[in-house]
């Protein structure tokens, strides 16, 4: 059976709750891209979850401004 990659990634990072879905692997990821991001709590417990990759300036008024 071949795991998905979600699952690959929480057995790398040690993450006990395997996140649902599934994000084809790349090399790659361009700014705006969505993509697994491995989070760690104050507690230090980590988990998953879907990120949107990028930088916002600082003169910015957020991610989706013109």
């Known amino acids: 059976m071949q795991s998905s990659a979600s699952e690959s990634y929480a057995e790398l990072f040690g993450i006990e709750d395997r996140p649902l879905g599934n994000q084809a692997p790349r090399l790659d990821v361009?700014?705006?891209q969505?993509?697994?991001a491995c989070l760690v709590a104050a507690d230090g417990r980590r988990?998953?979850?879907i990120l949107r990759w990028g930088l916002?300036?600082?003169r910015s008024n957020g991610?989706?401004?013109p």
């Open 56 to 58: 916002v300036p600082h």
């Open 63 to 65: 991610p989706d401004s």
């Open 47 to 49: 988990d998953m979850h």
């Open 30 to 32: 361009a700014s705006t």
């Open 34 to 36: 969505r993509t697994w």
